[in-house]
């Protein structure tokens, strides 16, 4: 168990490049999550995957941003035409749901610059 | 949808004193309640949780009683040490399947 993996730990980008995130969870963890963090705030959900599928997305991820889990295992997260407002960082988190029960494991996080 | 309000910090004790971080919260159904922490330099890890009414979670001498009647869920240890400053989170879970964060409680405990 090698725990929640992100890449690149940071990231500096200008304004209207476009993004790209890796996730790799836990192994046969079967739920994946992306978080949003900026200074001073908890955690905001963006979206979560069980297995390949994406079950649900908040209102935050707007047009510009797409999440992928195509063979449930890794995820990407997509920003594209990124803005200053994407300025975060991104947290992913991974889970095995069994019986109900659910413990969510973080990663340490991709800190986004858009410049 | 779900929502959390816990206290703002930053919280500022000596060793050994008493720490309280109240966290109330509104959710949809019966949520089960956890507390996250995160220390400096690492990322979120779950400190404990409580899934039904009087249910007390506790771990590394803090507790937290899930208060059903006041949609509470505080944090309390009994003398803090150095290495428990650090930000810590309310998060319920309810309808779903996503914690809803609170906006973090940062505790500086000098020696």
């Known amino acids: 168990d090698t725990g929640v993996s992100q890449d690149p730990r940071h990231k500096i980008t200008k304004r209207g490049q476009n993004v790209t995130f890796r996730c790799d969870p836990i192994?046969?963890?079967?739920?994946l999550y992306w978080y949003r963090q900026t200074l001073g705030q908890g955690p905001e959900f963006l979206t979560y995957?069980?297995?390949?599928?994406?079950?649900?997305k908040s209102r935050l991820l707007s047009d510009r941003f797409s999440a992928e889990r195509p063979k449930g295992s890794f995820s990407t997260l997509e920003i594209q035409r990124t803005e200053q407002g994407d300025s975060a960082m991104y947290l992913c988190?991974?889970?095995?749901?069994?019986?109900?029960?659910?413990?969510?494991?973080f990663g340490s996080g991709t800190q986004l610059s858009v410049l | 949808g779900d929502s959390v309000t816990q206290m703002e910090g930053p919280v500022t004790l000596s060793e050994e004193a008493f720490l309280t971080i109240n966290c109330t919260y509104t959710?949809?159904?019966?949520?089960?309640l956890f507390w996250y922490v995160q220390y400096p330099g690492e990322g979120l890890q779950l400190l404990l949780k409580?899934?039904?009414?009087?249910d007390k979670g506790s771990n590394k001498g803090f507790e937290a009683t899930y208060r059903k009647e006041t949609t509470s869920f505080h944090l309390e240890k009994g003398s803090v040490q150095v290495s428990d400053s650090a930000v810590y989170f309310c998060?319920?879970?309810?309808?779903?399947?996503?914690?809803?964060f609170g906006g973090g409680t940062r505790v500086l405990v000098k020696p």
């Open positions: 192994s046969e963890h079967n739920r």
């Open positions: 998060a319920p879970k309810a309808a779903g399947n996503k914690l809803t």
């Open positions: 988190a991974s889970s095995l749901v069994q019986g109900g029960n659910e413990k969510l494991f």
């Open positions: 995957f069980q297995n390949e599928a994406q079950l649900e």
């Open positions: 959710a949809t159904g019966y949520p089960s």
């Open positions: 409580a899934t039904k009414a009087d």
